[in-house]
């Protein structure tokens, strides 16, 4: 198991073309822990940074204002109260590399949430019925690494971008915050919908955001073909036609 670990890895490196200082430099990992992780050891929070890193190498078009040299392993962009935007197609890794990311943040002892938009809407929809709103609010404001995940699915309701400006007040330039999306950062304002409310909104996540696009075809249908059998692809083929 340990040969064929530290093959995959020794060779996804080469192939893109990475020495290990230049996977140091992009994972904040040490050059000893990328050495043992290639030779099947090492424990299963520096090898899920190593993979972001690779990850983020095969798949990364580019960062608008952002630093170049974001690591996944110090957390400075924390420190900073910085937020990082993921884009993509369906299946590219954003929520992957959220959740490395917020792995990592954790093992650096910061405070870290998960939560779907959807069902982030959906609580905060009942928290108003209920009374809990102001308490969902602070708690959510309190969490040091906040990521929101599947953002712009959907265009929103008045009470929704108006749900969505007092969360980001609260947490500006005090916490960070990690948003996945599908739609691009471009098409963010009429998603929101309110001119007004959306300048305010992405005037609090985006100026200081690390902006992360991933290209690249969907892992997931990857996957799917990969473990179809032969006569099952050809099946496939007969009902899409």
Not at 40 to 61: C, F, K, P, T
Request: proline share 2%.
């Amino acid at each position: 198991m340990h040969q064929i670990l530290h093959s995959i890895l020794s060779d996804l490196r080469l192939k893109l073309d990475l020495r290990l200082a230049d996977v140091s430099r992009m994972s904040g990992l040490s050059i000893p822990t990328i050495r043992l992780l290639e030779q099947g050891r090492g424990n299963i929070g520096s090898l899920q940074v190593y993979l972001a890193a690779l990850h983020l190498r095969l798949h990364w078009v580019g960062v608008d204002g952002g630093n170049h040299g974001v690591t996944l392993a110090q957390g400075d962009w924390i420190k900073a109260r910085e937020q990082i935007i993921l884009t993509g197609q369906t299946g590219t890794g954003k929520t992957w590399l959220a959740c490395a990311f917020g792995h990592q943040a954790a093992r650096l002892d910061h405070s870290v949430s998960y939560v779907r938009m959807p069902r982030l809407f959906e609580d905060m929809a009942m928290a108003r019925l209920d009374g809990r709103f102001p308490r969902l609010v602070d708690k959510l404001a309190r969490v040091q690494l906040l990521v929101l995940d599947d953002w712009g699915t959907h265009g929103l309701t008045d009470q929704q971008r108006l749900d969505l400006l007092e969360l980001f007040e609260e947490r500006y330039q005090r916490r960070s915050t990690i948003i996945t999306a599908q739609l691009p950062v471009s098409g963010w304002h009429d998603m929101i919908g309110e001119p007004t409310i959306a300048d305010a909104i992405l005037d609090r996540i985006v100026h200081n955001a690390h902006r992360i696009e991933l290209k690249g075809d969907s892992m997931r249908r990857k996957d799917r073909n990969a473990t179809l059998t032969s006569a099952e692809n050809t099946e496939t083929i007969r009902t899409e036609t």
